[in-house]
């Protein structure tokens, strides 16, 4: 259809051009377009970039071409000679217009245009001399009918060691970068179905902005029916431009690409506009959660279980069992302080949660790819926690008392007596619980992802306070509190023998840090956690001293701690996303994962098996060295020819973050299993070697 509405559109040039060309001769393509090249600068300075305005004026009626002509037309070209040394960058294009002919539609330009390019200047360039920049542009000019010209163009200017603005071109360069589109400060997104793309704009982009409509500009012209225009929606702050689809796709063309790149323009309502170069990535379409079998009330009832599993799960024990210390030691107290407590552990965890839930799904309808343990992969967050559980071990193993003032307040989180020291341990406990994911935490997480916002807060109450239950209830019901020992002398040696699972802890932050930073920085990671047992020695050394004594051990313990956050704040973040080996000499032979290479494989009709994992993900690690890297199962996936991949997830990768979507997971672990022909097998969150083997079997 598309080819067959540009010979209609083509033919019926052709008919309009005859009586013209009865009428008299065509017009000379010099007479349609005139160009000149417009510097910047007075000068060209060694070693600097030159901007140079391509300034094309065009005759009234007439219309030339952007990048992407759109259905018909050739794109605008510019070919340059420069002297040794100089070379010349893309051209920077402005927002072009759309014009329509029936069925086919162009982007382009009429009047006049300003395209401006970047020269670098050689910087050998001798001061003094004279270069001479030439280019050949060529244009296609359109009207009833469309006549090709070109025309050679040649700028000299001076060697100047110090270039200086040409006031009069200034203006012109200002008002044509005004017209470039900037780089999107938001995401965007788009869905698909059989007849259009829906471009998903965040509400971000719309703040303080009331928009009548919106257009898309495409980079490439195969993807969108160019001469339709687009329909825009608004709904709960956002905005979705509907975009058709061809009726009949160019031939060879992708039908569904990886990305919708082009140029977004965002009008109000007073005529004003806005204009972002962006590149969309696709959002996989979701069913909603009531249409995936999953009820609003099954998913907070999975939500809460999730929660009591979170218990036993290894990020939470450390701090859970200085909780059952500390009700332990109050196991004699009065009724009214041992309910006091449980409730401000309970309130610390739920409201937690909370706040969880209410930054992801704010991040998330902002465009944001994120998801849950969203939080470890900020350096900074696991750098802190990391020195923050060592400071809690110290004090534990005797080097400090911590119970009041600053130190009290960050250290003394899970040990400290009285509500305020029990609803922190809440907020601890909800931080180092991010790690795990226990069973039906990732279905319940799924559903809060896509859901409407009171469901999914409902669903990160729930999860709160399933994990705060079993404090909660033992502080509350009558007579548990008697189950604990009574205190005694032993809790010393309890208390002491309890730093070392933190201690165990910082240990694994510190591994997870060194995976999100530069390799050359990790020095200063671990000095940073130098300065933190400083700190801490140098507080408890001073804390019975005289007063001024004490003010003075307390500042240089202040110090220490700035320091060390200084340090951790100055670390360089790694480059790029970390390799994916195998976990062990024995262990799977992983690929990095990438959807493209998934699809590679899936053409090939190989069997994949894809493992998204992060180092700060406690439940993969034990699947991993439990299940994934045991001799039988490597040897179950050689004899199957099974390709393993591993996407890692420890700093934040918005392309496994989407494919975590498409599933209908907001986290890791995600383990799928692809027989090369069909839909995957997703395996279970926690996994066993039988479980496996028993998957590959079915292949």
């Not at 471009?199 to 195969?222: E, K, M």
């Amino acid at each position: 259809m598309r080819v067959a509405a540009i010979l209609g559109a083509v033919l019926g040039l052709l008919a309009l051009a005859v009586p013209a060309a009865r009428a008299g001769a065509p017009p000379e393509a010099a007479d349609l377009v005139q160009g000149r090249l417009i510097p910047e600068l007075t000068s060209a300075a060694p070693g600097t970039t030159l901007w140079v305005d391509l300034r094309l004026q065009i005759k009234p009626g007439w219309h030339i071409y952007w990048r992407n002509p759109g259905d018909a037309g050739l794109p605008t070209t510019l070919s340059w000679t420069l002297p040794p040394g100089f070379s010349a960058g893309d051209i920077s294009w402005p927002v072009p217009e759309h014009f329509v002919l029936g069925t086919v539609g162009d982007y382009g330009y009429r009047d006049a245009v300003d395209l401006l390019v970047p020269i670098e200047v050689a910087a050998g360039a001798a001061p003094g001399e004279g270069v001479r920049l030439a280019a050949e542009v060529g244009w296609l000019a359109c009207a009833d009918i469309c006549i090709p010209g070109e025309t050679a163009l040649a700028l000299r200017l001076p060697v100047g060691a110090g270039a200086s603005p040409d006031l009069a071109a200034a203006r012109i360069f200002a008002a044509a970068r005004g017209r470039l589109p900037q780089p999107a400060p938001f995401e965007t997104r788009f869905t698909e179905d059989a007849h259009t793309y829906r471009l998903l704009v965040p509400a971000q982009a719309l703040d303080g902005h009331g928009q009548a409509n919106a257009s898309f500009y495409p980079y490439t012209g195969s993807a969108i029916d160019q001469a339709a225009e687009p329909e825009t929606v608004r709904g709960n702050g956002n905005l979705e431009l509907v975009l058709p689809k061809p009726a009949t796709p160019t031939p060879g063309a992708r039908t569904e690409p990886t990305t919708l790149d082009g140029v977004l323009v965002l009008r109000g309502e007073n005529g004003a506009q806005r204009a972002y170069a962006i590149s969309a990535n696709p959002l996989p379409v979701q069913p909603r959660p009531d249409a995936a079998g999953v009820q609003w009330w099954q998913a907070v009832l999975l939500a809460f279980v999730g929660g009591l599993i979170l218990n036993l799960m290894p990020c939470v024990f450390p701090i859970l069992s200085l909780k059952i210390l500390s009700l332990a030691a109050t196991s004699g107290a009065g009724r009214a302080e041992r309910h006091a407590q449980g409730l401000a552990y309970g309130a610390g965890v739920v409201a937690s949660f909370a706040l969880l839930g209410g930054v992801l799904v704010a991040l998330r309808a902002g465009g944001a790819a994120v998801g849950w343990g969203f939080q470890l992969q900020s350096p900074i967050v696991v750098g802190c926690l990391a020195y923050l559980l060592f400071a809690m071990g110290l004090g534990l193993s005797g080097l400090a008392e911590f119970g009041a003032g600053l130190m009290g307040f960050g250290a003394g989180f899970a040990t400290r007596s009285g509500t305020l020291g029990a609803f922190c341990t809440g907020v601890l406990a909800t931080v180092v619980a991010t790690p795990c994911t226990a069973p039906f935490m990732g279905t319940a997480l799924g559903f809060a992802l896509v859901a409407p916002v009171p469901a999914a807060l409902a669903v990160f109450l729930a999860l709160g306070a399933g994990l705060a239950a079993p404090l909660l209830l033992a502080s509350l019901v009558p007579g548990l509190h008697r189950l604990f020992p009574r205190p005694g002398a032993w809790m010393v040696f309890v208390k002491q023998l309890l730093a070392f699972p933190l201690y165990g802890t910082v240990a694994w932050l510190i591994w997870v840090l060194l995976q999100e930073v530069a390799p050359e920085s990790s020095l200063g990671a671990l000095f940073g956690l130098v300065l933190v047992g400083f700190a801490v020695w140098a507080y408890g050394r001073t804390q019975l001293a005289a007063r001024r004594t004490r003010l003075r051990g307390g500042g240089i313990a202040a110090a220490a701690l700035a320091a060390s956050v200084a340090l951790l704040m100055a670390l360089p973040p790694a480059e790029g996303p970390a390799a994916a080996p195998s976990t062990g000499r024995d262990g799977l032979a992983y690929e990095p994962f990438t959807p493209a290479r998934l699809d590679e494989l899936a053409a090939e009709g190989k069997p994949a098996f894809v493992n998204l994992t992060a180092a700060w993900c406690i439940t993969c690690l034990v699947n991993e060295r439990i299940a994934l890297d045991s001799d039988a199962v490597r040897q179950a996936f050689a004899a199957r020819g099974i390709v393993p991949l591993k996407g890692d997830w420890t700093g934040q990768s918005p392309e496994i973050t989407r494919f975590l979507e498409h599933f209908g997971r907001s986290g890791v672990p995600l383990y799928l299993l692809y027989d090369g022909r069909s839909a995957p097998v997703m395996l279970p969150q926690i996994l066993t070697e039988r479980t496996v083997l028993a998957a590959v079997a079915k292949l």
